[in-house]
């Protein structure tokens, strides 16, 4: 993949009743050139539209893909990426870092009726997750838009060591960093 290629790598950090997301546009050869913030609720179901929102506050119409650090953000605040790529255009690839034995059953266990029912029915539309090896690490990947191959090709592509995409490492250390700063000036 050329180094120049461009993903938008999304990724959340929480601590309260809201859940701060941010968005990093980084090249290829590791370069940032990006940000975004957006919040969602913790235990909500907004977290889909916090994504379309960092997408576009960004304005960025040379990002070719969208990293998503998982699907269940903040506390099962399930992310619909169907509705993600066809809002951007864009392909937009879900990675995870541990293996699971889904989410229903955790789901079930922590919500009933309306609220069961629309995360469930959200996640079940998603598509299946996928192992992948990245640099002797484990990932799994799931993906709208794009073929499995090309999928794989763009995470291997943006993860230069370890197991996490840049995009996504990235944009973890800037949630963290967004979500103390909003959790200070709330405090104040």
């Given at each position: 993949m050329k180094s120049g290629v461009r993903a938008l790598g999304i990724a959340e950090s929480y601590r309260q009743r809201r859940s701060t997301l941010a968005g990093v546009v980084t090249r290829a050869s590791r370069v940032a050139d990006g940000?975004?913030?957006r919040t969602c609720t913790v235990g909500g179901s907004?977290?889909?539209?916090a994504i379309i929102d960092v997408f576009s506050a960004?304005?960025?119409e040379d990002v070719r893909y969208v990293f998503v650090a998982g699907?269940?953000?903040a506390w099962?605040?399930?992310v619909d990426l169907r509705r993600v790529g066809d809002a951007i255009d864009r392909p937009v690839i879900s990675v995870t870092f541990e293996e699971s034995p889904g989410l229903v059953a955790a789901l079930e266990a922590e919500f009933d009726g309306d609220a069961l029912e629309e995360r469930k029915e959200v996640f079940e539309r998603q598509p299946p997750r996928e192992r992948l090896?990245?640099?002797d690490q484990t990932v799994f990947v799931r993906s709208v838009g794009v073929g499995a191959n090309e999928a794989r090709d763009a995470v291997r592509a943006f993860t230069p060591e370890g197991g996490r995409p840049e995009p996504l490492?990235?944009?973890r250390l800037a949630a963290r960093a967004g979500d103390d700063l909003r959790r200070k000036t709330e405090q104040e």
């Open positions: 940000f975004a913030y907004d977290a889909t539209d960004l304005d960025r699907i269940a953000l099962y605040n399930v090896s990245v640099n490492r990235v944009a």
